[in-house]
């Protein structure tokens, strides 16, 4: 996988933790929903410094260590929203996205 396209993944993810972030902070939602999402929310924006910074060394196992840990905060904030029972939908779908592309982000980088 080129580091364009893992950049290009990884802020999707980053996107769909945005947007996760702005679902939270507009209904009242638990708080370890919240802060499992916020977790997920910093984890991608390190996976893009790290991607950022891979273009110049391309440190696949780097890489993949920072992917696997983006997948493990989604892992989080999924068993968050799941605990927390009646969690507006918005929020449930853009976690789910998000953790879905960092799944399917680690298996690709796996495979390569």
Known sequence: MQPSEVKQRIDRVEQCADEAERAVQSGSVPSEVRQSVDAMHQQARQAQQACSSQQQ???QGRLRDVVMQL???GDRAM?????AGNVDPKVQQAVQRAHDEASSL?????MG
């Open 71 to 73: 997948e493990q905060a």
């Open 79 to 83: 068993q968050a929203c799941r605990k």
């Open 106 to 110: 680690k298996k690709e980088l796996q």
């Open 57 to 59: 060394q391309a440190d």
